[in-house]
């Protein structure tokens, strides 16, 4: 009788060791891990990212790291698509596979689908364009926090694009239906959810940015500056580097930004998770 397939799921907030958690996994069941994280996809970002390192990446076969450039336009859609696509190839030849990842709604659109969604609405995106060039970060999140307030605290509130295609959906009647592979085999999925003190892991996140800031992440951000427009840089760890590069800000209000905003991230992911 054929062994029951199994998707082990290693979720948690940013910093809580869920590479190392799931690479130990992989390796107890022959697993490669499958990545659920919507930046550790790009190619362009490394230390900002958090990506597994050289060591890490040689230990286990990792995929949708490095996997589309920052120039694509790469989603929950495309990486549902993709991801259950890969899992359907992988369970030919493994009983057991990992997946892990900190970006809750790729696991929810990889293994639940995906509600419909509207299509992009000209009108509204140049109107909160606007809005967001007059009062800033503020004036979209309060339109969506106004609007649901659950997806308000589970996304990152510091993309401005994001939070456009979060108004976007909330205020656009007609969804389009998004159609995803169907699995071919049948699977029970088991979730390791990590966790630990709220203080412990804010000292380890502080601990990490510093340690990225040693290993070159300003370098780093640096050669990005000339695409900061694009979607993939509106996030935490390179976003912050903006200002300081044009003279408006402190180096060291620079790190410690980078610091808040992850924390703040962390905060929104453990809201998330729980809820789950």
């Known amino acids: ?13 940013t910093a809580v060791g869920k590479t190392a958690h799931a690479i130990e996994l992989a390796l107890l069941h022959g697993s490669p891990v499958i990545s659920a994280d919507s930046r550790q996809v790009y190619k362009e970002l490394g230390i900002g990212v958090a990506k597994p390192d050289a060591e890490q990446l040689a230990a286990v076969q990792h995929y949708f790291i490095d996997h589309v450039s920052i120039h ?21 030849k493994h009983d057991t596979l990992v997946l892990c990842g900190g970006t809750g709604l ?13 299509d992009r609405n000209d009108a509204l995106r140049a109107e909160l364009q606007t809005l967001y060039e007059r009062e800033g970060l503020v004036g979209l999140q309060f339109r969506l926090k106004h609007l649901n307030a659950a997806k308000y605290e589970s996304m990152d509130i510091n993309n401005p694009q994001r939070l456009m295609r979060a108004i976007e959906i909330e205020q656009s009647p007609q969804p389009t239906a998004i159609n995803l592979p169907a699995f071919t085999q049948a699977f029970e999925t088991e979730y390791v959810h990590l966790e630990m003190p709220r203080e412990a892991l804010y000292e380890r996140i502080n601990t990490r940015v510093d340690a990225m800031v040693t290993g070159g992440l300003e370098a780093e951000a640096k050669a990005l500056e000339n695409l900061q427009h694009l979607n993939a840089l509106q996030t935490v760890g390179y976003s912050e580097w903006w200002p300081y590069f044009r003279g408006e800000v402190k180096r060291d209000e620079v790190i410690e930004k980078i610091k808040q905003h992850t924390r703040n991230y962390a905060k929104r992911q453990l809201t998330w998770f729980r809820h789950q």
């Open 1 to 13: 009788m054929n062994q029951p397939k199994k998707l082990i799921v290693v979720a948690g907030p």
């Open 72 to 92: 694509e336009n790469y989603n929950a859609g495309r990486y549902a698509k993709e991801a259950r696509e890969l899992i359907n190839e992988l369970f030919l």
């Open 106 to 118: 790729y696991i929810n659109a990889l293994l639940k689908g995906l509600d419909p969604l509207p």
